[in-house]
Each structure stands twice: as structure tokens, then as C-alpha cells.
């Protein structure tokens, strides 16, 4: 039996009723509600229990309250069919690699929690509008929530999709937690700079087991979008409105997770999506213009960049413990144009002098560095600060753990650093 | 002479002509073009000059390409009138505290450069619509870029304010940089919770001398919307578009830069403003409620609080490092909706072993964070770390610093954080 957070009155209650957590239950307070009784966790009280309703939301009821409760048949976990489709040979062909993630999650019945459960296989099983855009090969890579994913992880994804480039495959779709999508895109976009397919970093918001999933239309219009468009490179398809009607390709380099909960929780920073997918047209932005580069692979990374935001008080021996640590980039998040504090340019001057990397973005996000305005930034670029841009904050910190272990010393590092890779910087 | 960051052909160029930093000129290459001699900074090449155009913008000039080049007669610095506005009886009164800032710079004619240079009783002269509205009185409190300004700063503007609250004031401009004004925003908003008057932070995005400068709209609705509304406590007042037509005023704890250089670059996270000036007219948003709360000055801040962003590849390390240092919180910017790496569990572990308070925010910016849906989440809850709901991330390590100087253990500190004071937390 499981009783997971449960203690003192609530999991007396439990015990009384022969419940766990798991349970499927019926239970009648001023209302009646139909649910799965879900772990608490360790310092919530023991007055209530926690129900996950079918529509995935999760509600506390208190037990002073509750007149009735009775056990329902579980449903058990739902055995879907995990068949191909039969392939059609006048369709293209597609490879979906799975890494996990919400949008290969369903609500696991014997806790009521979420975990990533569904294999590529049945993730395409269960979206049947997949069969008629392209016969898809699937495969999965490994299956972790996207925050527990490391640089190791994002190697093997980019081995894989290497793998992949002169393959008769029209492109790729790998389905990632949204956690660290951004991340992920970035480091992909870096490491395999001019590859020549598409490929389609695809999540989802909520499980694809919910009815208000967008996993569905998501994968769709991927598949789509790689199948009718002669786009190449990395890019991340999610939604782009909060109902259930369009998506949006954004550029690897330039999108960002702004909202913790919406469906179009993605955005292009500082502009607007390279490709929008409504109703199966897809119209590509005018504005977005990806000079085509020779395939250049070079899959590794150096964590040995720090991403340091800064903010009035922050310490700067911060700074010299980077150094000591072995650190070999920093990247600031400044302010405003690109600034930090003067009470950071001794520790800056040190970490200089030992040949770390020290580049600007800014933690407003969008907009132009520009530190040659104001006396600050002027110092700052006098002590060996290479502003980056409009760099998304984060793309810059994966471009530098790509570009230190692509770089033989400090000025290559600079070079790279500065040069427009994978089209970091915008207009 | 001043030649600063020039050297080589640069250098000598100038030497030739006579000319140096600061030097008012008039250049041909292939336009014509006057403007002021700009400092370079140290790593330029020495193939350019640097002119800052009576715009306010900087070019580059390339030597081998001008024709001809002339010194003009210097502006010298404008001689601006002082005098205070006679008062007018029957307007309110306004206090005008000046901290710095690019509200308060002007052009520097001997360097070329942007400083902080106005007085607040200058600033309030060169605004003349300003007495018309109130009669304002002025003073200079420091003159700083607010990306040097400290906690130390805070406390000093609160305590200035702290002595206006019973005075016959109908409120109080603060003119401050924009580059940390939502952390002195946040950071009055807790010390002076409940405060009884209207504290508009007013900043420009263009210096005052500057044609484009927002500088003006921004102080005039600012001293209508102290004057004209029965708000209470502190806003951030600025351009609430690209146009020079619209004012947001922005309530303290919720409210971003989120643009490096756009006049309207301040945002209220998650919701409109609580109050748009325009063309004389002020309407409040009908979702903003503050509800008034008695005044409660609680003016102090402990510096020893992290904020720490979570991203794929960082060194848990660095957790461990903030508690052997004596820090007391751990702010995080986690992932989506609150999660980091189980890489960092143990060393999370150790700190709140050690008494931190450590409280999760997103790095998305918007949203709530809710950490019952994952396992990820849960697993933090279990450790202990506290979720913010959607307070603004630098918002909540403002409140880490402030809360930590008036609790008196961990237990009061967590109800601090977690009790809504100054309406971080939003629907």
C-alpha cells in the first residue's frame, strides 16, 4: 500500500476507507467528484487528500467535508495499439526520435502523477493523422523530462541526427520536454550548423492524454512543416495562440519559454516565427531569411561556462570563485544595454587576466547590446567584455560551451563567439 | 589633449588636424556629417573615428574615406536656467528627488559622452509644462547609473521617502536609471509597504537633450497620475509605446525591462498596467485592486541571497559554494514550472540542512510556478524548497533580501515569502 505524504488524520482516513494513493474514488463533498487520490508531499497538512480529476487538474477536499467516498474500478493503464500503419510509398518519409517529456507522458494510474511513459511508437500510434502526411520510423533515444537533461544529452541527439543527414528521411522529429527545449535547440543549431534537413523539436503542455493536450496538433503540423517546406536547420513547432488552431516554427537560436503554463508558452524573440502552420497551409515570414551554409558538424561541449546574472548586491567574489573553479566563460546577464555594476570590474579585470571568455547579453532579453553608449559599458569593453548581441541570454551561454571545446585558444573563442553561426544574432 | 582609445593612424589623424576628444567637427566622406569626436575604447581598431551626430547616434568614419574634416566652434555645455517656477497656490505640491540615471544625463560636449549631469531642479526647468501641474519641489539624493546603485541605495531612497509619508507631498517623483529600476521598484515596495502616497520611478530610455528623449512625457504624466489619481505606493511611470503618446504606470512588484533600447521597453509581467496616461486623460485598469493596507516601513536588506538560473550543464557545486559563503536564500530560476535538474538534489539537500531559505521562481518570466504536477516538483517540495507562485524573479530576491533582515528564523522567513505582500503575487 502507498501512502505517499500522507500522515496524522488524512492517512487514518485513508486506512478507515482501504484506499492508497492510486486509487480510483468517487467522492461526494458539496459536490461530486470522480478522480485518482495523488501523493501529497512532505510538508503539506493532514487534512485533506488530493484527487486528480480527469481532466488532469488536481484539487485538494478536505476530509471534514467528505459525506461519502467509495473505490471505483481503475482503469488501469490503457493499452494502446502500438502498430505501424501501413506504410504508403508516394509519402515522404519521416524519423521520430523520442526523448521524453510531457507530450510522450500520460498520467500514470497507479499514482495519478505524470510520467514520461509512451514510446515514439505509440506516440505516432496515437496521433492517426501522422499516417497520411509521411510514413514515420520511430525510435526512442532515451526518456527523461526535459530539466534532467545535460550537454551528454544533447551530444547524443546531435549524433543521432548526424547520423540522419544524408539519409533518405525528408526530416526529423524529436519529441523533448519544453523544460529545456530552448537549451536543447540552441545546441543543436550549434553543433550541427548547416544541416541540411529539417529537423522538428516538438513538446507538448500538457499530456497527451488530456483532452486540452496540444501534443496532437503539434506533431501534426510538424510533420507538415517538414514535408512541405524546403526549410532546413533546427527548429522548435508549438503552439501559437491559446486555442487549438495554430503553431509556429520558431528558429532554434531565437526561441524562448516565456510562460511557465500556456499552450503558446514559445515565442521568437524579437520577432516573429519563421513558419506558421493554420488549417494545413503553411506560411513562411517574409522577414526570415536563412542563408543556406555548408553541413559542418562539430558535436561537443564545454560546461565549463557559467551563466551569471547580474543584479544590485550580487557578490563578485562570485566571479573569483569562477575562476578558481576552472571556469573558462562567463556569460552576463547585464542590464539595460549590457552593464554590470563597477563593483564587479576588479573581479572581472582578474578573470580576464586569466584568459576566461567574458561575453554580455542582457537579461531584459530582447534588444541590442549596445556598450559603447554609456561610460559602463565603454569600461566594460575596455576590460576584455565582448558584447553579444541580441543573443538569447541562454543561446549564448550553449553557443559558448559549444565554442570552448571548438576553439584552440582565447582569440579563435572570441572569433567564434562573434561570428553569426547559426543565425543567433538577428537584425 | 584627449585621445582616448585612439592610437596608430587614428591618432595621428587627429594630431594632424588639430583635433581631439570632444572636438566639435564637420566631416565629408561620401554625405556630410557634424557631429562631436568620441572616445574609442581600447580594443577598437585605429582605422575609424567616432562621431556622435547632433541625433544623439554614433558612427564610425572610415579615415582613408574623409575628404575633409573642420572644426566647428564648440556648443560648450547649454547654460540652463535653475530658477524655480513661481508657485502656484492653488496646485498640489511634488517632491522631485533626483538619484541619476539617463533622465538626468545630458550629452557631455567635452567627452562626447552620456552623463549624469542634470540637477532634479534643472531637470524639473527644462520641463516647463511640469508647473503648470504641481508645484515641485527638488533635490538631489546621489547621482549614480542605476547599474551601480546597491542595496545600500535602496535604503537610502526609502528612508527619504519614509520622511515624506505624513508631509503634505501628494507624492513623490524619483528619477533613476532604468537599468535595476524594477529592483529599487520591488525593493521600496517591500520596505515601504502600505505606504500612503503615490512614488512614481520615472527614468528615460534617451538622454534629455536628446530630440527622441522620452524624458519629458515621461515626467509630465508621471506628475498628472501623482496628482490626479488616489493611487497609493510605488509604480514604475514610462513610454507605454514606440510613439511619444502614451504612459503606463506599472505597479512596483510586477512590472520588467524587457528591451534593451525601445522607449516602451517596461512591461507589467503578466497583465496591463494599473494605470495608462494619455493625451491628458488617466484610466486605471479595472483588474488592478490594491487593496490598502495600514503603512508598515520595515527598511533593511541582507545581501545574502543568491539568484541562481537553472540550466542544462550547471555545476551543483555552486549551491554548495553560496552556503560555505553564508548565504541565507537561494533563489532559483527554474525551469517551466519550477524545476531544475535532479543533479542539484543533494547539494539543495545540504542547504536547507544548513537552514537556507530556498524558493523557486521560473525562469519563463510569466506564469505560475506549480510544483505538484511533476515528479520533479514534488521531489523539490519534499526538499523543501518553497514555490513562489509567479512572483517576478528579481522581484522575489529583492523580497529574499528584505525578508531575511526582518524574520527572525527560517519559519518566519518562509511566511514572509510566502504571504503576499506588496501584490508580487497577481491571479
Known sequence: ?????????????????????????????????????????????????????????????????????????????????????????SLPKILLISTGG???????????????????????????????????????????????????????????????????YKGIIVAHGTDTMQYTAAALSFALSGYPKPVALVGSQRSSDRPSSDAALNLISAARF????????????????????????????RVRKNHTSKRNAFQTVGGAPAYIVKNGTIEKNPQFDHPRKSYNPRINFDKKALLLKYYPGLDPSLIDHAVSSGYQAIIFEGTGLGHVGRILYDSIQRAKKKGLFLGMTSQCIDGM???????????????????????????????????????????????????????????
Chains 1, 2 share one sequence.
Open 226 to 253: 517538414l514535408t512541405d517546406t524546403d526549410a532546413a536547420g533546427i527548429f522548435v513547432v508549438m503552439h501559437n495562440s491559446t486555442s487549438d488552431d495554430e503553431v509556429a516554427c520558431h528558429w532554434g537560436t
Open 369 to 427: 547590446v549596445r556598450m559603447t553608449v554609456y561610460d559602463s559599458g565603454r569600461d566594460l569593453l575596455n576590460l576584455g567584455v565582448v558584447p553579444l548581441d541580441n543573443m538569447v541570454p541562454e543561446a549564448a551561454l550553449v553557443k559558448s560551451m559549444w565554442a570552448l571545446s571548438n576553439s584552440k585558444d582565447e582569440k579563435e573563442m572570441e572569433r567564434m563567439m562573434r561570428d553569426n553561426v547559426a543565425l543567433e544574432i538577428s537584425d
Open 102 to 168: 510531457t507530450i510522450a507522458s500520460r498520467i500514470d494510474y497507479r499514482t495519478g502523477g505524470v510520467t514520461p511513459a509512451l514510446t515514439a511508437a505509440e506516440l505516432n500510434a496515437s496521433v492517426p493523422e501522422l499516417s497520411k502526411i509521411a510514413n514515420i520510423d520511430t525510435e526512442v533515444l532515451f526518456s527523461e523530462y526535459s530539466e534532467n537533461l545535460m550537454p551528454e544529452h544533447w551530444i547524443k541527439i546531435a549524433e543521432r541526427l548526424d547520423s540522419c543527414a544524408r539519409t533518405e
Open 1 to 89: 500500500m502507498s501512502y505517499s505524504g500522507y500522515w496524522g488524520k488524512s492517512l487514518e482516513f485513508l486506512k478507515k476507507n482501504s484506499l492508497e494513493v492510486g486509487s480510483q474514488v468517487k467522492v461526494r463533498t458539496d459536490a461530486e467528484y470522480s478522480g485518482i487520490i495523488m501523493p501529497r508531499y512532505e510538508h503539506s497538512d493532514d487534512q485533506h487528500i488530493a484527487l486528480k480529476l480527469k481532466n488532469g487538474y488536481n484539487i485538494g477536499l478536505e476530509i471534514g467535508k467528505i459525506s461519502r467516498i467509495d473505490a471505483e474500478p481503475s482503469h488501469g493503464a490503457k493499452k494502446e495499439s502500438t502498430a505501424q500503419p501501413h506504410p504508403d510509398p
